[in-house]
T-cell receptor, first 115, second 114 residues
Framework: EDKVVQSPLSLVVHEGDTVTLNCSYE??????LLWYKQEKKAPTFLFML????IEKKSGRLSSILDKKELFSILNITATQTGDSAIYLC???????????????FGDGTTLTVKP | DSGVTQTPKHLITATGQRVTLRCSPR?????VYWYQQSLDQGLQFLIQ???????AKGNILERFSAQQFPDLHSELNLSSLELGDSALYFC?????????????FGPGTRLLVL
């Protein structure tokens, strides 16, 4: 059974701090790993990672994948109160006729950024 | 705004009842996904439809069923509801068949079963 584990479960920091969120996975026929940010409404897509060692960056957020060690990290620098959210990691398998789109999500890391 | 719409926003019903949740994907997207998010189970993939056909099935109970119509909107039917079915139900859509594609999520329907 595919498995995604995120750590820590929750994190409280002050504005300006840098945080690192972890996602480890066990998946048959890995295809891609995705990070989402979920606030009060629906999750919004952040990054999709398919190749090891290539950092994806968007503003203060960056993410990297290690396919050998089966994990990914999401970094947020100079955190702001607006970064407070649940961060979800999901993995998708390679295409099989009966398996397309069947992603496995972790339970998320709850980040709270205090002023 | 992701372009994915879901109705209703909130739903309160009693055990044993049946409800229908509706999702309209982004314009041009052919795949629709349904997810259930509850406090004790986290986010769980339920089912995917692609261009009207079931494409992938996840942890969906037999009491639940879904379909995608010719206009590509989708409905998730939940029957014989139990207290444990209370959750946030998300719909997402993507352009093609899904693998590695960005999925755009709707705002969710919050279901409370009393």
């Amino acid at each position: 059974e595919d498995k995604v584990v995120q750590s820590p479960l929750s994190l409280v920091v002050h504005e300006g701090d840098t945080v690192t969120l972890n996602c480890s996975y066990e998946v048959t026929n890995f295809r891609s790993l995705l990070w989402y940010k979920q606030e009060k409404k629906a999750p919004t897509f952040l990054f999709m990672l398919t190749s090891s060692g290539i950092e994806k960056k968007s503003g203060r957020l960056s993410s990297i994948l290690d396919k050998k060690e089966l994990f990914s990290i999401l970094n947020i620098t100079a955190t702001q109160t607006g970064d407070s959210a649940i961060y979800l990691c999901a993995v998708e398998p390679e295409t099989h006729n009966t398996n397309a789109g069947k992603s496995t999500f972790g339970d998320g890391t709850t980040l709270t950024v205090k002023p | 705004d992701s372009g994915v719409t879901q109705t209703p926003k909130h739903l309160i019903t009693a055990t044993g009842q049946r409800v229908t949740l509706r999702c309209s994907p982004r314009s041009g997207d052919l795949s629709v996904y349904w997810y259930q998010q509850s406090l004790d189970q986290g986010l769980q993939f339920l089912i995917q439809y692609y261009n009207g056909e079931e494409r992938a099935k996840g942890n969906i109970l037999e009491r639940f069923s879904a379909q995608q119509f010719p206009d590509l909107h989708s409905e998730l039917n939940l029957s014989s509801l139990e207290l444990g079915d209370s959750a946030l139900y998300f719909c997402a859509s993507s352009e093609g068949q899904g693998v590695g594609e960005t999925q755009y999520f709707g705002p969710g329907t919050r279901l409370l079963v009393l």
